[in-house]
């Protein structure tokens, strides 16, 4: 079929010919109004060419009717932003995960308080006025209840993806989020155990009796000595593990949807097909866990339910969900007597042994499967600047003696 005025994909020059991966679009600009100014409207998300061309059609006979321009110039920041995240998740180009994030801003946050301007009046001011009252409602809730910098900043990232799709259709001629007041804070670091405390907390867990959250110590340890995701140990399969060469790769994440677990890809690119490597007490405790997943499943016989071949299940082979993975181990925590963390937290401590004894930021921001070793060097400076000042110094003074 031969592509239709006004009608694309958004396609890179890496995609094929015949991209399915990309969803179909429309634009179409119509001439000056009585306010000399042109309407410009572009929609994204359709699943076909023909549909496209179809919502092209209706736009530009709306125009004709004289209903387009006037709704569109009368639409809220509400209804425009209900619009815009249904078109996303129809689109089905973003994750669940993220469509959730998008979807507690706006009931949460943005609905209530800029839902009722009208998109083209939307200015900073109103913005502005919106964090402030965010951050009064923060007065006298215990920590964990504060709304954080950088979930304020969450909020307004997502209002400024949304303001910035209605610039590039016409629909507004400015982003006011660009002179918003967002808080500049550096991100909060969560607490995170010294390898001595992880020792006392693995020395507690070896000591406890058969149990639910038994099941839970070579996870753990797994995760500890690999510093992968808690939704990337979930999803992990044994035909991704080599014992034998002393690796795996990662190729899916478990995520919680619904009552139900999903397994899609990991968070980054960069995180995708990563290889990791099984280093100090990881391989034996995967053996001994696959040889006790052997056990289980002679037990469980027809019922046994790990079709996927999940190396990490529950007693019947079920996927474990993440989310209550985590809620128990906040809890062996605290039964432990240590300070409390969250599990991502064990991530951070894996991150914190590797660069602690000498393994290139580099390599770290690889194993840990981060966007850039940008987002590695942000995250760990605090571990690394003391030893990398030494030798800046120490280089910079053999450089200048040299001669």
């Known amino acids: 079929m031969a592509k239709a005025a006004g009608v694309y994909q958004r396609c890179t020059k890496e995609c094929p010919a015949r991209c399915k991966r990309h969803k179909w679009a429309f634009s179409v600009e119509f001439p000056p109004g009585q306010d000399g100014k042109r309407l410009r409207i572009a929609e994204s998300g359709f699943p076909d060419q023909e549909t496209a061309k179809q919502a092209r059609a209706k736009a530009i006979r709306a125009h004709k009717e004289g209903t387009l321009e006037a709704d569109r110039r009368k639409e809220t920041v509400g209804q425009y932003l209900e619009r815009w995240l249904a078109a996303k998740e ?96 550096a991100a909060e670091r969560r607490d995170v155990w010294s ?7 693995r020395g507690w867990m070896e000591a406890q009796e058969s149990g639910h959250a038994e099941r839970l110590v070579p996870l753990i340890l797994f995760a500890v000595g690999t510093g992968m995701r808690l939704g990337e140990v979930c999803g992990l399969r044994w ?55 052997g056990r289980e499943r002679l ?64 390599v770290v921001s690889r194993i840990l499967g981060h966007s850039t070793i940008t987002v590695t060097s942000d995250l760990y400076f605090d571990v690394v600047k003391d030893q990398r000042l030494k030798d800046d110094v120490t280089a910079a003074y053999a450089r200048a003696f040299s001669a």
């Open 90 to 185: 129809s689109a089905k180009t973003i994750r669940a995960a993220t469509i959730r994030s998008y979807r507690g801003h706006l009931d949460n946050y943005l609905a209530p308080n800029l839902g009722g301007v009208r998109l083209s009046d939307l200015k900073a001011s109103q913005i502005d006025a919106m964090l402030v009252k965010v951050r009064k409602a923060n007065a006298g809730k215990p920590l964990n209840q504060q709304v954080s910098a950088s979930t304020e900043r969450r909020i307004v990232a997502t209002l400024r993806s949304a303001l910035r799709d209605a610039l590039r259709a016409g629909q507004i001629h400015r982003d006011p989020t660009i002179g918003a007041h967002v808080s500049k804070e």
């Open 195 to 201: 390898p001595e405390e992880f020792g006392q907390f």
């Open 239 to 293: 035909s991704d593990v080599d014992l034998a060469a002393g690796d795996l790769t990662v190729r899916q994440q478990a995520q919680l949807q619904g009552k139900e677990v999903v397994f899609q890809p990991v968070k980054t690119k960069a995180g995708q097909d990563r290889w990791v490597p099984l280093a100090g007490w990881v391989p034996d405790v995967l053996k001994a866990w696959k040889v006790q997943q």
């Open 299 to 362: 037990i469980a016989g027809e019922a046994w339910a790990n079709d996927r071949g999940l190396v990490f299940t529950d007693a019947l082979g079920a996927p474990l969900i993440p989310n209550n993975v985590s809620k128990t181990f906040g809890r062996m925590a605290e039964r432990a007597g240590l300070p409390k963390v969250v599990f991502h937290s064990l991530r951070h401590l894996a991150a914190t042994i590797m660069l602690q004894n000498g393994l290139p930021l580099p």
